[in-house]
């Protein structure tokens, strides 16, 4: 799938999929991640098999197309969403007071989520046509020194009898997101990723 330019029909068809409970792997700005509807408990229930997590400690995080829908999943104060407005879309991952409308699995102890508004093309149209955000989780390689698998086809080889669709979108990188917790009063940043915060 072209990375900048995904074509309609194959999104379509990759939403289909995901309308019916499907797990997908998918390009980010940052490595590839595995998700699904975020609606959808059963598929949320197969990656958290994937990952080989227990459902209590599986703490995901979901993508959501652009700023306008984040206040539907999570509480924004002005300071943290004029800081979300200078660095998204990008390489981050926002820790924000989740709202009851969000489901358990993705909730921490601390009732917090993690959001994501990637600059890549492909998971924001996958998102859009959808109408619900979809979980992210990155695809971490078993290799201990290449942390995250970035070749498409050597994903395809090893997950494709573990999902149903993976998307090629080209090389993918093998640093993950900046994550940045909001939940307090002040940014804290939690991992140093791709991205570089701008205040």
């Keep these: 799938m ?16 995901l309308q019916r409970g499907g797990v997908v792997i998918y390009p980010t700005d940052t490595v590839y991640g595995i998700g699904c509807d975020i609606t959808n408990v059963k598929a949320v229930e197969r990656v958290i098999k994937l990952k080989g997590l227990k459902p209590k400690d599986a703490h995901f995080s979901f993508i959501c197309k ?3 829908n984040i206040a539907d999943f999570a509480k ?8 979300m407005k200078k660095n998204l879309p990008g390489p981050f991952t926002f820790i924000l ?3 009851h409308r969000v489901p358990d699995y993705f909730l921490s102890k601390r009732k917090t989520v993690g959001i994501r508004i990637p600059n890549h093309q ?6 859009d046509r959808l109408g619900n955000p979809i979980l992210t989780t990155s695809l971490k390689d078993s290799d201990e020194v290449v942390e995250y698998t970035s070749d ?18 080209g090389i993918g990188g093998n640093i993950p997101s900046t994550i940045v ?3 307090g ?4 940043i939690l991992r140093e990723g791709l991205g570089e915060l701008v205040f």
């Design 122 to 127: 492909i998971p924001l149209e996958l998102v």
């Design 181 to 183: 917790d909001c939940s």
């Design 2 to 17: 072209h990375p900048q330019n995904p074509n309609p029909r194959d999104i379509d068809r990759v939403v289909a999929v």
């Design 76 to 83: 924004v104060s002005n300071p943290t969403f004029k800081l």
């Design 66 to 68: 652009d700023l306008s």
């Design 152 to 169: 498409p086809e050597l994903i395809y080889e090893n997950y494709k009898n573990l999902v149903d669709i993976v998307i090629d979108g």
């Design 185 to 188: 009063d002040e940014p804290v």
């Design 97 to 99: 007071p989740g709202l």
